[in-house]
Nanobody
């Protein structure tokens, strides 16, 4: 069965960095896109990064562009999210999700994704 497991969250000071991992099983990241979302209690889930199956096509939204980067390791079937220059407003639960298709467009409608991880908490605070 399809599973996605996030890890790497934690408490970090403003300006610090974290790298989140999303280990996928039950499907290959070489065949489907994988996206990252985050959610703050009481707010809608926000999609902000996605990597297509061909790896060369990635999408990063303006809200985190220049600070966050998405990459993958096909041998480990894992997608990574490198987060730099973290700000308190980046505090959220971070989720990865399998896209229904191979390609990541600039759209992050949740219905475009069919499997989700359980999430990992990222807290940016001094």
């Amino acid at each position: 069965q399809v599973q996605l497991v996030e890890s790497g969250g934690g408490l970090v000071q403003p300006g610090g960095s974290l790298r989140l991992s999303c280990v996928a099983s039950g499907f290959s990241v070489e065949r489907f896109g994988v996206g990252w979302f985050r959610q703050v209690p009481g707010k809608a889930r926000e999609g902000f990064a996605c990597i297509s199956s061909n790896e060369h096509s990635t999408n990063i939204t303006e809200s985190v562009r220049g600070r966050f980067a998405i990459s993958r390791d096909t041998a480990k079937n894992t997608v990574y999210l490198q987060m730099n220059s973290l700000k308190p407003e980046d505090t959220a639960i971070y989720y990865c999700a399998k896209r229904k298709s191979f390609y990541c467009s600039g759209s992050y409608y949740p219905t475009l994704y069919d499997y989700w991880g359980q999430g990992t908490q990222v807290t940016v605070s001094s």
